[in-house]
C-alpha cells in the first residue's frame, strides 16, 4: 500500500469545493424528495456528490467509488472512496448550520484516511491511519472524561424511527437517566468527529451507512479512542451499529447499551 497521506491534498480540495458549495445554498429554497417517510435528498446532496466524484475519479481514475446518493464505481482496485456529500440532509434543508461533507479512502476495505469538512465553522477534521488526527491542521485528541455521570454524549436516530421499535428510543432513556446530558446533532460524521477531539465524550448510534462513519471512526482512533460494535466487538465500517468514545467510558457505555428494553 502506498503511504495514504498523499491522497489527503485531493481528498480535502474535494471536500472544501463542495463544502463552499453547500454552504452557499444553505438559505436557499430547496427542492426536497423523500427517500422514505422521514428521509429527505436536495438536489444539493447530488449536486455535491457529482462535483466529488468529478474531482477524485480525475485524479485517482482506477479507483473505485461509493456515495451515498447514485454513484458507484467498481473498479479492479483495492482503493475505494466512501463519499458522504452531505451529512446532515434534515438539518441543511431546514437552514440549520449544522452538516458537514465527509469523505474517506479505504484500502482492502479498511479505512486509511478520513477528512470531514464543516464549512459553516470552517472547520476540516482529517486523519490517516497511523498517522494522527487533526482539526485545521492542529492535532487533536479524546477528552480525559472517566465517568459516564459526567459526560457528554451524542447519539442519533434511525430513519425508521416511526416504523420500528428498533428505533433508539429505549438506548436514549437509558442514558438520559445516566449521563450529564446528551445532544442530537444530526450528522453523524461530526458526531464522532466531535468524539476525536473532546467536545463529546461518547457516542453510539444504530442503523447507519458505510458513508456516515468511515471518516469519523478513523478520526475518532487517531484521536486515541475507541470503536466497537454494540457489544465491544471490533468495529467495521460496513456493519451499521457503533459506540465510540474516549476509551474511559467505553465499558459503562457497552453497560448501558446491553440493558436494552425493547427486544
Ligand atoms: C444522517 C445523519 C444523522 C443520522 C442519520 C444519517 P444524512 O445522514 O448522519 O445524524 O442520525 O441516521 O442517515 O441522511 O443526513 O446524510
Ligand atoms: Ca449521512
Ligand atoms: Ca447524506
Known amino acids: 500500500m502506498d503511504n495514504p497521506a498523499i491522497y489527503l ?17 444553505l438559505g436557499q429554497k430547496k ?13 444539493f446532496d447530488r449536486r455535491s456528490e457529482e462535483m466529488i466524484f468529478r474531482r477524485l475519479s480525475q485524479a485517482f481514475p482506477d479507483h473505485s467509488f461509493l456515495a451515498e446518493e447514485e454513484i458507484r ?8 472512496w466512501l463519499v458522504d456529500p452531505l451529512d446532515g440532509t434534515t438539518n441543511y434543508a431546514h437552514g440549520l448550520p449544522v452538516f458537514c461533507v465527509s469523505i474517506a479512502l479505504s484500502f482492502k476495505k479498511e479505512v486509511v484516511l478520513g477528512v470531514v469538512y ?3 465553522r ?39 424511527v416511526r416504523s420500528s421499535n428498533d428505533n433508539n428510543l429505549d438506548h436514549f432513556s437509558n442514558f438520559a437517566v445516566r449521563a450529564q446530558a446528551i445532544r442530537r446533532l444530526g450528522s453523524a460524521a461530526l458526531d464522532l468527529c466531535y468524539v476525536a477531539c473532546g467536545r463529546f465524550d461518547g457516542y453510539w448510534e444504530k442503523k447507519l451507512k458505510p458513508w456516515d462513519l468511515a471518516a469519523g471512526s478513523l478520526l475518532v482512533e487517531e484521536a486515541g479512542g475507541r470503536v ?5 466487538g471490533d468495529f467495521n465500517v460496513f456493519s451499521p451499529h457503533i459506540v465510540a468514545s474516549n476509551g474511559h467510558i467505553h465499558q459503562s457505555m457497552l453497560e448501558i447499551l446491553s440493558l436494552g428494553l425493547v427486544k
Not at 466497537?228 to 465491544?232: A, H
Request: net charge negative; with cysteine; charged share 25%.
Open 73 to 80: 464505481r467498481d473498479r479492479a482496485s483495492d482503493y475505494c
Open 118 to 120: 464543516d464549512p459553516a
Open 9 to 25: 491534498p485531493e481528498a480535502r480540495e474535494a471536500a472544501q469545493e463542495a463544502g463552499r458549495y453547500l454552504l452557499q445554498g
Open 31 to 43: 427542492e426536497v424528495d423523500f427517500k422514505g417517510q422521514v428521509d429527505l435528498v436536495t438536489s
Open 122 to 160: 470552517e472547520e476540516i477534521f482529517t486523519a490517516v491511519r497511523g498517522q494522527g488526527a487533526y482539526l485545521n491542521g492542529q492535532p487533536v485528541r479524546v477528552s480525559e472524561t472517566a465517568e459516564l455521570g459526567r459526560s457528554l454524549l451524542a447519539t442519533g436516530f434511525p430513519y425508521d
Open 228 to 232: 466497537s460494535n454494540l457489544e465491544g
